[in-house]
Every structure is written in C-alpha cells, then in structure tokens.
C-alpha cells in the first residue's frame, strides 16, 4: 500500500498549481471572453474554461484562458497600445511647444507691426510727402527683419547698413537745388562714407549690435521650438522591438490569459519594462537638458537691457511714442516670457521621466505592494528597477535588449539637439551662425570708401554738417558727375540732415 502516496505525488507534481489556482478543477474563462470580445476579437477559438499552457510563449505556462492565436492577437495589441501611449505623450508635448512658438510668434511679429506703424504715423506728421515718397526704404528694412526672423538668408549686417546708406542717399536727392543733378554714381559714393560722414550720429553704431542680438536670439529661439517639437515627433514614431512587444504582452495581457485581469502590475516591474522599451529615448535626456537650458537662457536674455521690445520699438529711430507705448506694456512681455520659461522648465526631463508616468497609478500598483502581478504570479516584484538610457538596460530582467545597436532615428535627433544647442549659445553672445563670417566691424563695412585724397579736386562737393566745421568730399576721379557750380547750398541741406539726426537720437 506504500505506493498510493508516491502515486498521489506523481498526479499531484504532475498538475501545475498557483496561489490563483489551487484546485484541480478548471475555471471558467468567461471573463477572458468578455474581455476579448470586448477589443473586437472573434470569440471562435476561445476556451470556455482553462486548459492546459504548454503551447504559450510569452506567458507563463500555466492554467490559462488563451490559446496560441490569443497571445499572438494580444501581444500585437499590447506594441499598438504601447506606441499609441507614447505617441499620445509626444503630442501633448508637441502641443505644449507649439502653444509656446504661437504665443512668442504672435507677440514678437506685434512688436515688428506696431513699431512699423508707430514709424509710419510719426514721420508722416513730421515729415509728410517727404517721408512718403521714402516709404519704401523703411519698409525694406522692416520686410528684411521680418525675413530674417523667419529664417531666411538675410545678412543682418548687411540689411542695416544698406538701410543707413539708402537712407543718406534718399536724403541727399531731395535735398539738392534744382540746378544741380547728381548721378548715381556721386550719390553712391557719398552713401559709402556714411561711417565717415556720420549724417545719423551715432544711432547706427548704437543700433547695430542691439538689433543684431535681439534678431538672432529671437529667431533662435524659436527655432529652437520648432526643432524641439520635431525630436518629439520623430521620437514618438519609433516602433516598439520585438523583444519589447513580448514585455508588454507579459506585462499587459498575460495576467488575463492567468485569470487575473483585476490585479494590477507591481510598479518596479512596470517601471523596468518601460525603461527598457524606453532605452533609446532615454539617451535624449542630455542633450535634450542642455538645450532647455539655453533655451531658458535665450529667453532671460530678451527681458536684459536693453529688451527685445525697447530695441524693436527703437527700429530704425527713437521715437518716444513707441517707447512710451512700450513702457506701458513691458509687463505683458515679462508675462508672456515667464510663461515660456515655466513650460519649458517643467518638460527639461520628459524623456527620463517618460517611463514612471506611463507607469502611473492607474497602471501599476504601489511599489511596496505584494498583491500585483510581477511577470509570473501575484506576489511581490523582487529585482530592482533599472536606470535610464540604452547602457543601463544590460541587466534589465523584462526586456531582452541589445545594448551596442542604439537606435538610429533617435541618434540622429540626438544630433539635432546638439546643433540647435549650439546655435542658442551662439545667440546668447549675439552671433548669427549663419553669417559667422561677416565683418566684425560693428560701424560698417568700409569697402568702398571715397575719402579725403582719394576723391577727386574738381566737380560739385557735398558740405555735411558736423559739431566743430563743415567738410567737404569730392567725388572720385573715375566718376563722371553731371551739373555746374562748384557746391551745394546748405541752406535746405543742413535743416533735413539736422531734423533726421536729431529724431534718430529720440
């Protein structure tokens, strides 16, 4: 009779047992077909009550409700879910940066129109047809900066120093009598030697390095918004591994497939699986940093003195109307830029953080817990939770990942964040990287120049007014200039030279 107990053993080895099931007797699996009929599925094939899990490969080869197909249909479930979650997640950061763009954009083209405006109105009641037969050399510059900020190839330096040197030659056509006519080629010389001549004091040196950083740091940061949201997108999109969809299936499903879909996972597990799934982006999280940071510093930099409105407001003259317009609203600025920065701050560790907020309270349980699915069974999740990036995940035990094959896509937007890095930290110190090698000369170009011997000793010269004497410059030898008499009267000269300098002082 001693064999009825090693007989008994053998029957009792031979079924397998979990704390879920402890009797023999196999349970229904009507809650697994609701659920399953519930995403859609056909019902043909599914088990009324448990059988036998030998067939499965991803989860746990006990009792279950799933057969081979379930597991196939609910693993590729579980990669749509998945990477809809994390698409999902980049879009609302998508959302949050393109909210930010809008709401700079907006206020920043404002400033451009209402400084435009602000210039129209005053010079057309100083002025009047005077500044209205010289419209187009204002509106030029305005079209230039507003290019420029889009992104276009406009050389900043060039832009303003064509703007003065037009300027003085619009100047110095209404200014002449009727009895003299100067060529092209006069008025050209003459508008090379503004630097010289000084016609505007020193508003164009004051103005140039002002409205250079302000132009560069503005367009830089918005396009450091656009390059962000881009990496977002991109990132989003990658698809999930193979060896990742098995996770998320065992993490997911699996506990359905084991008659226990009320129990949640436990949340280090979830979290190791997440890190996992989410190696690659985690890598982002450097310069993903690094470029929220400089953003934040391009940011603070437009509320320094002098701020982007002041030197936009300034564009191209002083004129206190603007400036009093600014003043009075410098506090709607300061706002909308401290809604920036609040934004921009609370999204610096998205890709890091990325994994936990997927593994959220709804998901997972408690970390502490004891009664949350852990890959297996119900029971306590023992391993510990990996840390972040590809290099951290060699030892993740949920998801099998090769550590020395980096993703590609997410290389290259790592790539991507470094470049846009480097162009914000250039434009804190106010350099454009796209016109680097430009003239260092903050007065101008100096090419060109028709000074002193230089220029010829006969033909009509041109008196400029200046603090101490008056000087005259002669034009060049190899100029033919038309007309008679040996100068041009000051007399209308010097009252329009003198009110253009003393409104571009305002």
């Known amino acids: 009779m001693d064999f009825l107990p090693a007989l008994l053993f053998f029957f009792l080895s031979a079924v397998p047992l979990s704390a879920d099931n402890a009797n023999s007797k196999a349970r229904s699996c009507l809650d697994v077909r609701q659920f399953y009929s519930g995403k859609g599925f056909t019902l043909n094939g599914v088990p009324q009550t448990e059988i036998s899990g030998e067939h499965l490969r991803i989860c746990p080869q006990g009792y279950t409700c799933c057969t081979s197909a379930m597991e196939e249909t609910l693993s590729n479930l579980s990669r749509r879910e998945f990477e809809g979650l994390v698409r999902e997640a980049g879009r609302s950061l998508q959302a949050s940066l393109n909210t930010q763009y809008r709401s700079f ?14 210039l129209q109105d005053s010079f057309l009641a100083t002025l009047g047809s005077l500044y209205s037969k010289n419209a187009p050399v204002f509106q030029d510059l305005y079209a230039d900066l507003r290019r420029y900020y889009r992104g276009s190839a406009v050389n900043l330096e060039e832009t303003l120093n064509d703007f003065w040197a037009r300027l003085l030659e619009r100047l110095f056509k209404v200014s002449s009598l009727p009895q003299y006519t100067l060529t092209d080629d006069y008025l050209e ?15 164009p040196r004051d103005l140039k390095p002002k409205v250079t950083r302000a132009f560069v740091a503005a367009r830089s940061f918005v396009q450091g918004l656009t390059v962000s949201g881009e990496v977002v997108r991109k990132v989003s999109q990658v698809p999930l591994s193979p060896e990742c969809t098995r996770a998320m299936m065992k993490l997911v499903y699996c506990p359905h497939c084991r008659g226990l879909a009320s129990v949640k996972p436990c949340a280090n597990y979830c979290r190791n699986v997440m890190k996992g799934c989410l190696a690659n982006q985690a890598d982002l999280d450097t310069e993903w940093q690094n470029l929220v940071d400089t953003m934040l510093q391009v940011a603070s930099s437009f509320s320094a003195d002098p701020s982007v ?3 936009i407001y300034s564009l191209p003259i002083r004129i206190s109307e603007a400036i009093l317009y600014m003043q009075e609203n410098t506090e709607v600025f300061t706002s909308k830029i401290s809604d920036v920065s609040s934004k921009l701050r609370e999204m610096q560790q998205y890709w890091v953080q990325l994994p936990a907020a997927l593994c959220n309270s709804k998901v997972a349980a408690g970390a502490a817990g004891d009664k949350c699915w852990n890959g297996m069974t119900k029971a306590r999740y023992l391993p510990e939770v990996m840390g972040d990036g590809l290099a951290s995940q060699i030892n993740n035990p949920e998801v099998e990942i090769d550590i020395t094959k980096p993703d590609m896509t997410i290389r290259q937007q790592i790539m991507q964040l470094k470049i846009m890095t480097n ?8 350099n454009d990287v796209d016109f680097q090698d430009a ?12 000074t002193g011997e230089s220029c010829a000793r006969s033909g009509p010269r041109v008196i400029v007014p200046k603090t101490d004497s008056t000087r005259y410059y002669n034009p060049p030898e190899n100029k033919k200039v038309k007309g008679t008499g040996t100068q041009t009267h000051p007399s209308i000269l010097l009252p329009l030279l ?7 002082r305002r």
Not at 189 to 203: I, N, S
Not at 439 to 450: T, V
């Open 309 to 311: 409105d002041v030197v």
């Open 105 to 118: 954009d907006t206020y920043f083209t404002d400033l451009l129109n209402r400084s435009e405006r602000s």
């Open 423 to 430: 162009r914000l930290r250039n434009a804190l110190n106010g």
């Open 439 to 450: 003239s260092d000369d903050i007065s101008g170009s100096g090419s060109g120049m028709c």
């Open 189 to 203: 010389c003459v508008a090379k030697q503004t630097e010289t001549l000084r016609p505007f004091g020193d508003v």
């Open 498 to 504: 003198s009110l253009a300098t003393l409104l571009l």
